[in-house]
């Protein structure tokens, strides 16, 4: 059974930092992983989405590793802006069996100005 | 020119009272799920359907039932709506196995 934790649960930093958040997953068998922010009261937004054979995922001030073999994945944001206040969550896919992502709990990250 | 959409935003209700909600896709997806977002805000699948068929159903009472009247759409009815199915319900969508796609949540409320 594939389980997804997120650590730490809430980070809370000043503006402009640099900051990795951490994601580590108990099966290795992975199709793809998946991070999402949600900001409160809302829906999730896709952020990147890691296939298995990729090591890491670009997208602005955004950079998402994959780590199979550790069953690990980090979420690094350059720069941290008030704007990046949300919850982020990370999902992973397995590679057989049902097409369904099995989420952590999230981090829930401050920016503070 | 929404991408995935959810009806109703937030629904108040009573014990025993059946209920529906819709999802509808504009982004050409063969395959749609509908996740549950307890209070503790964790996220776990319930059905999946893809090109119409029923893939995944976890361990959801009976009292919940999908229904997928074409690929675009797929939507939730409950029965008999308990104190314990108050949570916040996401419907969202991917090509195949890809990235998935969701929307903003109903909020449901038993009372």
């Known amino acids: 059974k594939q389980e997804v934790t997120q650590i730490p649960a809430a980070l809370s930093v000043p503006e402009g930092e640099n900051l990795v958040l951490n994601c580590s997953f108990t099966?290795?068998?992975?199709?793809?992983l998946q991070w999402f922010r949600q900001d409160p009261g809302k829906g999730l937004t896709s952020l990147l989405l890691?296939?298995?054979?990729?090591r890491e995922q670009t997208s602005g001030r955004l950079n998402a590793s994959l780590d199979k073999s550790s069953g690990r994945s980090t979420l690094y944001i350059a720069a941290s802006q008030p704007g990046d206040s949300a919850t982020y969550l990370c999902?992973?896919?397995?590679?057989?069996?049902?097409?369904?992502?099995?989420f952590g709990q999230g981090t829930r990250l401050t920016i503070n100005p | 020119d929404t991408a995935v959409s959810q009806t109703p935003k937030y629904l108040v209700t009573q014990m025993g009272n059946d209920k529906s909600i819709k999802c509808e896709q504009n982004?050409?997806?063969?395959?749609m799920y509908w996740y549950k977002q307890d209070s503790k805000k964790f996220l776990k699948i319930m059905f999946s359907?893809?090109?119409?068929?029923?893939?995944i159903n976890e361990t959801v009472p009976n009292r919940f039932s999908p229904k997928s009247p074409d690929k675009a759409h797929l939507n939730l009815h409950i029965n008999s709506l308990e104190l314990g199915d108050s949570a916040v319900y996401f419907c969202?969508?991917?090509?195949?196995?890809?990235?998935?796609?969701f929307g903003p949540g109903t909020r449901l409320t038993v009372l």
């Open positions: 969202a969508s991917s090509l195949n196995s890809g990235e998935q796609f």
């Open positions: 099966d290795s068998a992975i199709y793809n």
């Open positions: 890691i296939q298995s054979s990729q």
């Open positions: 999902a992973v896919r397995r590679i057989q069996g049902a097409q369904k992502l099995v």
């Open positions: 982004l050409g997806h063969d395959t």
């Open positions: 359907y893809n090109n119409k068929e029923l893939i």
